[in-house]
């Protein structure tokens, strides 16, 4: 989740400086809506980064088929 925002945005999702505002800055994400990420973010992709981004460790579950699936179609 956290490589693929970078690879679309061309910046990091967090970059505070210090450990302490970077756990802030994660208990208080929100992904933003996938046009405020990048034009074109599909709805597969957007998928798969908000469930890797989950606060709740159960809620990362992925579908990799699914995943694996979308990155063959681009």
Request: net charge negative; proline share 5%.
């Amino acid at each position: 989740g956290c490589i693929t925002y970078e690879l679309l945005t061309g910046k990091p999702l967090f970059s505070q400086p210090t450990y302490r505002e970077i756990l802030s800055a994660q208990l208080k994400f929100t992904l933003p809506a996938a046009d405020e990420i990048r034009a074109g973010v599909s709805a597969d992709l957007y998928d798969v980064m908000r469930q890797s981004l989950a606060r709740v460790p159960e809620e990362r579950v992925l579908d990799l088929e699914k995943t694996a699936r979308m990155a063959d179609s681009h």
